[in-house]
């Protein structure tokens, strides 16, 4: 079964940090871009790190720069979200998702992309996990 799995959600303090991890299975994640998306109630999905197969480059987006760090191992088929200085507007379901960037025919051609167009063209992406809960709260 081809499939992504997200864990490592959970309850955190304003100020804390959590790692979320992705993991492949049913395929490989070497030639995928992967991103993060969030969507808390009643707001759009929005992507808050993304990284690409070839080279490593990331995107975030000015809300998370400098406290959210993405990084893959391919080894473990897996890639990981570190959240440091964690807000309470931070709280939301965490998605990863996998797309091939750069496909003939695609419109994610940057990593740029795949973390902005998600509400846009939510079809360009090949797999997403089923979401994992961040509550950042005292």
């Known amino acids: 079964q081809l499939q992504l799995v997200e864990s490592g959600g959970g309850l955190v303090q304003p100020g804390g940090s959590r790692r979320l991890s992705c993991a492949a299975s049913?395929?490989?994640?070497?030639?995928?871009?992967i991103g993060w998306f969030r969507q808390a109630p009643g707001k759009e999905r929005e992507g808050v790190s993304c990284i690409s197969s070839s080279n490593g480059s990331t995107y975030y987006p000015d809300s998370v720069k400098g406290r959210f760090t993405i990084s893959r191992d391919n080894a473990k088929n897996t890639v990981y979200l570190q959240m440091n200085s964690l807000k309470p507007e931070d709280t939301a379901v965490y998605y990863c998702?996998?797309?091939?960037?750069?496909?003939?025919?695609?419109?994610?051609?940057?990593?740029?992309?795949?973390?902005?167009?998600?509400?846009?063209?939510?079809?360009?992406?090949?797999?997403w996990g089923q979401g994992t809960q961040v509550t950042v709260s005292s």
């Open positions: 998702a996998a797309t091939l960037i750069g496909r003939p025919g695609s419109r994610i051609k940057t990593v740029q992309d795949m973390c902005v167009m998600t509400s846009v063209y939510p079809y360009e992406y090949d797999f």
């Open positions: 049913g395929f490989t994640l070497d030639y995928y871009g």
